[in-house]
């Protein structure tokens, strides 16, 4: 067996070479979020001319997308299994795809060649004296697209922070290695107006102390982390997490104590937010990321005692029918982790799991025109993320609605009493139309 450092220094190369590895029909994988390695990328789409039908798949997309792109119909196919800004586009205009799917299975399809890896492009911190490298900020479904990929290429950058968990791979288990520094995407904070305030306190009246915390990413998540300074023992079992944790456990309120399985630790499966979380996260073992078949499993999120999830939602519907990833027929982002906390939760082993959907009760279009997201039925074409079976606790500024175990009609009580005023007598309309009875 070659010593590391010369199987490293044998598989260096430009990006402009390893990318050649690619063929035409190849379908590609991309590490995602804050490590999608850019340098990579750009080299593949410099070289668009040489492919045909490459696929491209990956989750969150924070880069430029350009493989996505009109004038690259030919050469790149774009297949995404979470929609971004960037990627949205081409699916709406019929040039790519979406394949719908559990954040939590991805790594088992991968496994099973249902999502088939012919190349795996992925972002890892230089190799360490033991020849492994890091994958820092994104265990997720990039461990498994590595070792099941036909050719596995890394982009060595230096800013990748090194953290603990199921983030080390060998060098021997790649093919290329390109070394390119790259700064992490820094993040903008999102603006917390009154809205995300006042829904965050609703959000945070439903956390105990000693809870166990999933928290998705924007705006009303930081807002939900504001509301919980006076909190005691929170813990950390999450998809992702972002700047306003690190002040929480900064304050003490986060200390991982009560945790029934990693205790004393956090569990994240990637980060996203600015350098600060970064730096945080580096060599930090308080942090621990796995990959997502385990920290969205929900029958590992049922171990965790007062597990509580707070996601986001498009719309929701008077059954309870919450509609996270759709607007209308248009593919907007993707299920993500929300069903894999929402269905955790609710198995949870104390039985006091909850799965909170927060959200404001109107979204503005840039016109001035309000659109309520609670609605009578949803809209044709679009999908349900969270069934109505699933549907547990939703949150508006105007309140909270209990959703578990009520009737169809007091669902839809409880929904019209947290929507916009401005709106409310038109859904006791629809309420009426469909029930027969008055509020
Ligand atoms: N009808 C029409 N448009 C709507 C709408 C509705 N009911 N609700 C929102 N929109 C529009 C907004 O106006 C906004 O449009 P713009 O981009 O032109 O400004 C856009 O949709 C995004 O809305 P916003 O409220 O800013 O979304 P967000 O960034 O807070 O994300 C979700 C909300 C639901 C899309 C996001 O949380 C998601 O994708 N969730 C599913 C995955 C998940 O929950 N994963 C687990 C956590 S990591």
Known sequence: MLNWREDYKKKLTTAEKAVKLIKSGDKVVLSHAVSEPLALIDAMVANADAYRDVEVSTMVTLGKGEYTKPEYKDCFKFNGWFLSACTRGCVAEKRGDFTPVFFHEVPHYIRKDIFHVDVCLAMVSPP????????????????????????AIAQINDQVPVTYGDTFVHISEFDAFVEHSQP??????????????????????????????????????????????????????SE??????????????????????NKGKMIVTFLMGTKRLYDFAHKNPVLEMHTVDYVNSPIVIAQNSNMVC???????????????????????????????????????????????????????????????????????????????????????????????????????????????????????????KKFGDTI
């Open 240 to 261: 992702m997490i972002s700047d306003g944790v690190v002040d929480l456990y900064e304050a003490g309120v986060i200390d991982n104590s009560q945790k029934s399985i």
């Open 184 to 237: 992490l995407p820094d993040l903008k904070l999102p603006h917390i107006g009154d809205v995300e305030l006042t829904i965050g306190k609703y959000c945070a009246s439903l956390v105990p102390d000693g809870a166990t915390l999933q928290l998705g990413i924007g705006a009303i998540p930081d807002a939900v982390l504001q509301s919980l300074k006076d909190k005691k023992n929170l813990g950390i079992h």
């Open 310 to 432: 707070i996601n986001s939602a498009l719309s929701v519907d008077f059954m309870g029918q919450i509609v996270s990833d759709t607007i209308g027929d248009m593919q907007f982002s993707g299920v993500g982790g929300q069903v894999d906390f929402m269905r955790g939760a609710a198995m949870s082993l104390d039985q006091k799991g909850k799965g909170i959907i927060a959200m404001p009760s109107v979204t503005v279009k840039k016109d001035g025109t309000m659109i309520s997201k609670i609605t009578g039925c949803i809209q044709q074409g679009a999908a349900v993320t969270t069934s109505r079976q699933d549907a547990d606790y939703v949150v508006t500024e105007y309140g909270i609605a209990e959703l578990k175990g009520k009737t169809l009609r007091q669902r839809a009580k409880n929904l019209i009493a947290i929507a916009h005023p401005q709106f409310r007598d038109e859904l006791k309309a629809l309420y009426t």
């Open 128 to 151: 360490d004296e033991h020849g492994y490298c890091n994958l820092g900020v994104s265990a997720d479904y990039s461990v498994q697209a590595i070792r099941s990929a036909k050719t």
